[in-house]
Nanobody
Framework: QVQLVESGGGLVQPGGSLRLSCAAS????????MGWYRQAPGKQRELVAG???????NYADSVKGRFTISRDNAKNTVYLQMNSLKPEDTAVYYC????????????WGQGTQVTVSS
């Protein structure tokens, strides 16, 4: 049974920082491409940042230079460091994992709320 559990969300002022964590279990973590997505009320879910099993990264233009995705395979955990936060970053952030070869093996976490407000 695969589980992805996000943590680290909360309320932060504009310009502040947060670090999200996603702890994975029930899968061979190092074989999965991982990503962070977010969804704001009334908007579609969008990819924020991704990191492949080979540690290749990609970012949405809106977060480039501010967010950093990383992974620690020894801890089965993927992180999203978020700096210089803006109100438009407010959303529920979700962790996703997809096997690098078997695309049908795709899993989502429950999400963690990030609110950027003064």
């Amino acid at each position: 049974q695969v589980q992805l559990v996000e943590s680290g969300g909360g309320l932060v002022q504009p310009g502040g920082s947060l670090r999200l964590s996603c702890a994975a279990s029930g899968m061979i973590f190092r074989l999965y491409d991982m990503g962070w997505y977010r969804q704001a009320p009334g908007k579609q879910r969008e990819l924020v940042a991704g990191i492949t099993s080979e540690r290749i990264t990609n970012y949405a233009d809106s977060v480039k230079g501010r967010f950093t995705i990383s992974r620690d395979n020894a801890k089965n955990t993927v992180y999203l460091q978020m700096n210089s936060l803006k109100p438009e970053d407010t959303a529920v952030y979700y962790c996703k994992g997809r096997h690098f070869r078997h695309y049908s093996l795709e899993y989502w976490g429950q999400g963690t709320q990030v609110t950027v407000s003064s």
